[in-house]
């Protein structure tokens, strides 16, 4: 594992763990983890489509938006359609993975 600060390893836990729990399990896709990149002098250590600096968070504000793939391919030449899938797998590795608690109770 490779420490890039306390997000990267958060981050890097994350999808291990996804990839641990789903390797075996059909219909699970695994995540590219080559297309995601977390570098602290990138983008202030957020998680972004690697070889760019295109934060994961703004592909997926795009799509919540409702563009399409085509759209957003388009506005970002240098994305392919694997690294639109690896945000989304991306995302969903995290929120599978977060504790929500509440607050005061």
Known sequence: MVDFGLI???DTEVM????????????????PLDRIELNPRVCD???VIKGTRIPVSVILEQIAEGESWE?????YPE???EDIQ???LYAR???DHTDV?????
């Not at 763990?17 to 896709?29: I, M, P, V, W």
Request: proline letters at 2%.
């Open 93 to 95: 590795a995290s929120l």
């Open 86 to 88: 690896a945000a989304l």
């Open 45 to 47: 250590g957020r998680p």
């Open 71 to 75: 759209a957003i391919l388009a506005g």
């Open 16 to 31: 291990n763990r996804y990839h641990e729990e789903n390797l075996s399990q059909e219909g699970f896709r695994m995540i």
């Open 8 to 10: 990267g390893i958060i």
């Open 101 to 105: 608690r509440a607050v005061g109770a």
């Open 79 to 81: 994305l392919k359609k």
